[in-house]
């Protein structure tokens, strides 16, 4: 029953996040929207153009959600599969107290986050991005243009996905050419925007 139970939550938060989703702005193509002085659990603080290298993929992700949650263990391994190759960083865009930057330094440590994760209390960055659920992706080439948004994979579960939707992007991107996705829908708890 318990069981039955938190699916039919998870179920209920994945679906608020689609039905407030809206209409979105950010497109294909568009440039990644610029952000400075976002602090980081490293005790820094962060700006676009602290990402040099050719890809950068931006998540868009929190604490509190149980999908973004599921999400982290996929989201470590992409970040050390692409080591050195390109750009990762997770930024937190919910005001809820699971999701403030000293909780977000607990849950890296716990986890040992190897990406940065940053805190934006403005919510700006998300807003910037669309971004309607925790988590969702994104991908920029070298001249920060998107060029996919939406999904890491085709399952909550990481023992059923069977499409990696955003490493078959960064795989394109990194030598030049278009992803054959550039949009699927992101799966997970709405963003609480204030």
Not at 155 to 168: Q, R, T, V
Request: charged letters at 25%; hydrophobic letters at 40%.
């Amino acid at each position: 029953m318990k069981r039955l139970l938190a699916a039919a939550l998870v179920t209920g938060i994945v679906l608020v996040g689609y039905t407030q989703a809206g209409g979105s702005k950010l497109k294909i193509g568009d440039a990644a929207p610029a952000f400075s002085k976002l602090p980081g659990v490293d005790g820094k603080d962060h700006s676009l153009g602290d990402y040099k290298k050719d890809v950068l993929v931006i998540a868009i992700t929190c604490n509190h959600c149980p999908v973004a949650v599921a999400y982290e263990d996929r989201m470590i391994a992409f970040a050390k599969k692409y080591a050195g190759k390109i750009d990762f960083v997770a930024i937190n865009v919910n005001n809820l107290d699971a999701d403030k930057l000293d909780k977000m330094k607990i849950r890296a440590q716990e986890k040992g986050f190897t990406y940065d994760y940053l805190y934006d209390s403005s919510q700006k960055i998300g807003r910037a991005l669309s971004a309607r659920v925790t988590p969702e992706f994104y991908v920029f080439n070298k001249k920060r243009e998107l060029v996919y948004w939406g999904a890491m994979d085709d399952s909550n579960n990481a023992a059923k996905a069977s499409k990696n939707y955003l490493s078959a992007a960064v795989d394109s991107t990194l030598v030049g050419k278009t992803p054959a996705t550039t949009k699927t829908n992101a799966r997970g708890c709405s963003v609480k925007y204030e």
